[in-house]
C-alpha cells in the first residue's frame, strides 16, 4: 500500500466542509473523511422538502450515509431511490420479480461468490454510469458481512501534484465483460451477447460538489489510453494500490433493516465475504447518473 507520509505533517490533510447545523436530521461521522449514519428518518414516507434537501446536502458532505432500523417494502424502497433520479437496472444481475430496479443481493451457503467482492464503483462500464446505490439489507450473518467504503476525493486530493497534472485529461477503458459473463450462471441468468464498455476520465469532476475524483477501479477499468500498455498496467497498478488506503476508508457494520445509499461518483466499496456459510440478503436500488466529466 502505497506511504502518505510527508516531509512535514500528513501529506494527505482533509478540510472539513459541514459548519452549518442540520435541522431535521441527524448526523454521526464514521471518519473525518467519509461516512455518516443519519437518525431521525424514516425512509417509508415520503420525506418533506428540506429533510431531503439535508439527506442531498449530507451525502454530499459525507459521499456515503447510513440509516438503521429501517422497514421498507420494495414499493418504498424504489420510491426513495426515485427521490434521487431515475433508477438504473443493472447489465447483469437477477432482480426482484416483476421489478427490474431491485436488484438482488444475496450470498449463503450454496453461493459460489458474493456481490461486490474486489474494490470498485458499480458499474462504471456503463457510458453513463449510476449516480448512487441505495443498499437494504434485511438479513445479516451472525458476525461479518462488513462493507468498506473508500473516498476517491481523499485519492486525488493525496496524489502528488507531479501525478495529478500526468493524469488530467487521461481517459480509461471500463468493461463489464470479465466482471458479468457467467457470473449468475448458477442463478439461471443467461449471460447477454454483450456488456457495456466505455471510456472515462481518470479524474472526473463532480457535478455537485465541484470537488476532483479519482475513477479508475480495479473491477472493471482496463487500460489507460494513449500510453504503452506496460506503462498503463504500471500506472493502473500503483493508483489502485494507492486508492486503497486504509486512510480514506469507512468500513460499515451492517444490522438488520440498515440502508447505505453510497455516491458512485466519488467512492469505491467492497464487500466483505467473510460469513460463509451464513445468510446475508436484501436489495439494491441505482440511481442512474450521467457520462463522467
Ligand atoms: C455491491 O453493491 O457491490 C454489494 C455491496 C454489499 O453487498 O455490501
Not at 202 to 208: D, E, F, K, Q, S
Not at 252 to 259: A, D, I, K, L, T
Request: hydrophobic share 35%; glycine share 8%.
Amino acid at each position: 500500500m502505497s506511504s502518505l507520509r510527508g516531509n512535514n505533517g500528513p501529506r494527505y490533510r482533509h478540510v472539513p466542509n459541514d459548519a452549518t447545523p442540520y435541522e431535521t436530521i441527524t448526523i454521526d461521522k464514521l471518519t473525518p473523511i467519509i461516512g455518516a449514519e443519519i437518525g431521525g428518518v424514516d425512509l417509508s414516507v415520503p420525506l418533506p422538502n428540506h429533510q431531503m434537501d439535508e439527506i442531498h446536502r449530507a451525502l454530499a458532505e459525507n459521499s456515503v450515509i447510513f440509516f438503521r432500523d429501517q422497514h421498507l417494502t420494495q414499493d418504498q424502497h424504489l420510491s426513495f431511490g426515485r427521490n434521487f433520479g431515475n433508477l438504473h437496472i443493472h447489465p447483469a444481475a437477477p432482480h426482484a420479480p416483476g421489478h427490474p430496479e431491485l436488484m438482488i443481493i444475496r450470498a449463503d451457503k450454496d453461493s459460489p461468490r458474493a456481490n461486490g467482492e474486489g474494490w470498485h464503483s458499480d458499474v462504471s462500464c456503463d457510458t453513463e454510469p449510476p449516480m448512487g446505490s441505495i443498499l437494504y439489507i434485511q438479513q445479516c450473518p451472525p458476525r461479518g458481512g462488513d462493507t468498506l467504503f473508500a473516498s476517491m476525493y481523499a485519492a486525488y486530493e493525496a496524489l502528488s501534484d507531479r501525478m495529478k497534472a500526468y493524469l488530467t485529461g487521461m481517459t480509461a477503458v471500463h468493461d463489464g465483460e470479465e466482471s458479468y459473463r457467467g457470473t449468475y450462471a448458477n442463478l439461471g441468468v443467461a449471460d447477454k451477447p454483450v456488456y457495456p464498455r466505455a471510456e472515462h476520465p481518470v479524474i472526473r469532476t463532480h457535478p455537485v460538489t465541484g470537488r476532483k475524483a479519482l475513477y479508475v477501479n480495479r473491477g472493471f477499468t482496463k487500460r489507460l489510453l494513449g500510453v504503452p500498455r506496460d506503462e498503463s498496467a504500471a500506472i493502473l497498478a500503483y493508483l489502485y494500490d494507492h486508492a486503497e488506503n486504509p486512510l480514506f476508508q469507512c468500513r460499515f457494520r451492517w444490522q438488520e433493516n440498515s440502508v447505505a445509499f453510497w455516491d458512485n461518483r466519488c467512492v469505491q466499496h467492497r464487500a466483505m465475504w467473510d460469513y460463509w456459510p451464513h445468510t446475508r440478503s436484501g436489495f439494491r436500488v441505482t440511481v442512474a447518473g450521467d457520462k463522467p466529466v
